[in-house]
């Protein structure tokens, strides 16, 4: 059964462009082009990914990606014409998975498709439904990391994180006392494609020490290793 895609893109032209080349691909795929009907939509379909205009009529995308990240945990992939980087920090900041700038080549953006849907079907492999099955948590202290739920526990009550913060901390707990370089972690969590710079890694850092440590200004945590990147304490 082909993957489905839902492309919330309200010009015709990029949305003729997009269905045909992700179609030619094998994906199914539906269009959609404003942003109260791609909540709708995204909810009755239940798409394995969804690519997402910012600059849409009414509901602009950002916000639909917000609504979207509280109820599904689809991978999402947001399409901005702005190439400002408040842009891209604050998509990723409400739980989009990756970003392109307009305009964008259709291979590119073909190959960050892939790289989210291969990203999603390894996770779900390594949480038991493949040949590896991993543990279920893995403990510090009190912080807890449920890694078939998603979820983060510190003395027992959840601390909400976006799943890219989750990504982050359970890649920086399963290395625990290793030294990560900016660069290494950006590769490991973000996949190959992913063309943001380090600070992405910096702002999602600091976003995680404000949820997961007693005093952010004073991380014991995740440490800074100055000049080469970051290392778990648990």
Same mark, same amino acid.
């Given at each position: 059964?082909?993957?489905?895609?839902?492309?919330?893109?309200?010009?015709?032209?990029?949305?003729?462009?997009?269905?045909y080349?992700?179609?030619?691909?094998?994906?199914q795929?539906?269009?959609?082009?404003?942003?109260?009907?791609?909540?709708?939509?995204?909810?009755?379909?239940k798409?394995?990914?969804?690519?997402?205009?910012?600059?849409?009529?009414?509901?602009?995308?950002?916000e639909?990606?917000?609504?979207?990240?509280?109820?599904?945990?689809?991978?999402?992939?947001?399409?901005?014409?702005?190439?400002?980087?408040? *842009?891209? /920090?604050?998509? !990723?900041?409400?739980?989009?998975? @990756?970003? %392109?700038?307009?305009?964008?080549?259709? +291979?590119?953006? =073909?190959?960050?498709?892939?790289?989210?849907?291969r990203?999603?079907?390894?996770?779900?492999?390594?949480?038991?439904?493949?040949?590896?099955?991993?543990?279920?948590?893995?403990?510090?202290?009190?912080?807890?990391i449920?890694l078939?739920?998603?979820?983060?526990?510190?003395? *027992?009550? /959840?601390i909400? !994180?976006?799943?890219?913060?989750? @990504?982050? %901390?359970?890649?920086?707990?399963?290395? +625990?006392?290793? =030294?990560?370089?900016?660069?290494?972690?950006?590769?490991?969590?973000?996949?190959?494609?992913?063309?943001?710079?380090?600070?992405?890694?910096?702002?999602?850092?600091?976003?995680?020490?404000?949820k997961?440590?007693?005093d952010?200004?004073?991380?014991?945590?995740?440490?800074?290793v100055?000049?080469?990147?970051?290392?778990?304490?648990?």
């Amino acid at each position: 059964m082909p993957q489905k895609i839902l492309v919330v893109e309200d010009e015709p032209a990029l949305q003729e462009t997009l269905s045909y080349n992700l179609e030619r691909e094998g994906y199914q795929v539906e269009v959609v082009g404003d942003g109260i009907m791609a909540l709708d939509l995204a909810r009755e379909l239940k798409p394995n990914l969804i690519i997402m205009d910012i600059m849409l009529p009414g509901v602009d995308g950002l916000e639909v990606t917000r609504v979207l990240r509280q109820e599904m945990n689809v991978p999402i992939l947001m399409l901005t014409a702005r190439d400002e980087e408040i *842009d891209r /920090v604050l998509g !990723l900041e409400i739980g989009a998975d @990756d970003y %392109l700038t307009k305009p964008f080549s259709m +291979r590119e953006l =073909v190959a960050r498709v892939k790289a989210q849907l291969r990203r999603v079907r390894m996770m779900r492999e390594e949480m038991g439904n493949g040949e590896k099955p991993i543990e279920d948590r893995l403990v510090f202290d009190n912080l807890v990391i449920s890694l078939t739920r998603r979820e983060v526990f510190i003395d *027992d009550e /959840v601390i909400p !994180l976006k799943p890219k913060e989750f @990504d982050l %901390l359970q890649f920086l707990a399963e290395h +625990r006392g290793q =030294v990560l370089s900016r660069d290494f972690i950006l590769e490991q969590v973000w996949d190959w494609g992913f063309s943001g710079g380090s600070r992405t890694v910096d702002v999602h850092v600091r976003w995680l020490r404000e949820k997961i440590e007693p005093d952010p200004s004073n991380p014991n945590r995740i440490i800074t290793v100055r000049g080469l990147g970051y290392r778990f304490e648990g």
